[in-house]
Every structure is written in C-alpha cells, then in structure tokens.
C-alpha cells in the first residue's frame, strides 16, 4: 500500500544551524510533493510545492529537494529561527483530481 | 484575501448524537476537501468536491458521514449517530485548481464524542 514516512517525529537542534527533514515514499509515484507548517491549534500553512521534474526548489531560508529515484524529498532550513518551531508535514499528489495524503509531520524544536 | 473558516470550532456531543461541521472556502475556490487526524496520527484525506460534485470519497469511514456542498459554496460534513472513534480535528482546505495547487486549512474543528 501507498506509504509516506517522516523521518523522525521530534527534531531538536540549535538555533543557527540548519534543520534538515526528511520524507520518503514508497509505491508511490507523485507528480509533485508539497511541503506545510503547521502550529499548535492550527490549520496547516503551504510552505513549497515542488514538481517531478524539478530537483530543487528555494525560498527564502527555506529548500525543498526531490528525488523521485531515492523517492525522497529533503526539507531544509537554513540559519534555523526559535520561530521556526512548529510541525512541519510533507504532502504527495499523483495527478489531477487525485486526492493529496499527508506524511505524519515532524515536530521541529529550535532552541536558543 | 479572507481564508478558509471552519465552524465550530470545537464541539463536545455524545455518543449517538448529531453533529454538522461547516466550512467556507476561499471565494472562487472550486476545490473543496475534507481531512481529519484523529488520536495524534497523520491528516486522513476523506473526500474532494469540485464545486458541488464529490470528485473523490474514499476516504470517508462509513456511511454515518454525509458531507455536502450546496451551490459550489459552502460545505457542511455531518456526522450521525457520532461513535466515540469520530473524536478527532476535522479539518477543510480549499484550492484553485487540483492539480498542482496548494490547499489553504483553515483551522480545524475539534469535535469530542463522550
């Protein structure tokens, strides 16, 4: 069965250094994988979306990569704000009108 | 831009009653979808309206879920008898297109089935 998986449910790093999160897939072939926020008693927030063909996507502090060979996508935050704490989830679409499922989210902590 | 919003936003009922969840999504968002986490564990997709038709329902549990939206706008998911398994954040995106497009939350409705 289709699976997603986020490398660790709780990260804690420094403030300053870059936050690396990790999703894998499997028997899963998205057309584009995206990535949230999401705070405490919230709603998820749409961080970055990252198409098939693309390798790499920037914004800001943050970058997205996507390797559909390893079917892995790497999210990482540079110079990592105590802000910056919240759960952050993955998300995977395979094509049009298909429904869009969700990683079960790791939960950054930056400390100062 | 107003955002997605969910009403209530939480919800205390038991065990056999009735409970009707409401989301408003973006104007002119056609795509209208239903998610829930329940006990913790990662958002569970449930079903997708394109406008006022269901474009997709299999994440729906069982028939105790009746999920509508009447003229493409708003949306009601109505939960009936409620089990205590419903407990959980239910929550509504929306989105432009659906393909390729992010889906805007808004922030959940957090129903409890004593």
């Known amino acids: 069965s289709q699976k997603i998986e986020q490398n660790s449910e709780a990260l804690n790093i420094q403030e300053g250094k870059t936050a690396t999160l990790t999703c894998n897939y499997t028997?899963?072939?998205?057309?584009?994988l995206q990535w949230y926020r999401q705070d405490p008693g919230r709603g998820p927030v749409f961080l970055l979306l990252i198409r098939e063909n693309e390798k790499e996507k920037r914004k800001e502090r943050l970058k997205v990569t996507f390797d559909t060979t390893l079917k892995q996508s790497l999210f990482h935050i540079t110079a990592s704000q105590p802000a910056d704490s919240a759960t952050y989830l993955c998300a995977l679409d395979r094509s049009s009108a298909s429904k869009i499922i969700f990683g079960s989210g790791t939960r950054l902590s930056i400390r100062p | 831009e107003a955002g997605v919003t969910q009403f209530p936003s939480h919800s205390v009922i038991e065990k056999g009653q009735t409970v009707t969840l409401r989301c408003d999504p973006i104007?002119?968002?056609?795509?209208l979808y239903w998610y829930r986490r329940v006990m913790g564990k990662e958002i569970k997709f449930l079903l997708h309206f394109v406008k006022e038709s269901k474009q997709d329902e299999s994440g729906m549990p069982n028939n105790r879920f009746l999920a509508e939206r009447t003229g493409g706008t708003y949306s009601t998911l109505k939960v009936q008898p409620a089990e205590l398994e419903d407990s959980g954040v239910y929550f509504c995106?929306?989105?432009?297109?659906?393909?390729?497009?992010?889906?805007?939350f808004g922030n959940g409705t957090r129903l409890t089935v004593t």
């Open positions: 104007s002119g968002h056609d795509n």
């Open positions: 028997n899963y072939s998205p057309a584009y």
């Open positions: 995106a929306s989105s432009h297109s659906s393909y390729n497009s992010p889906l805007h």
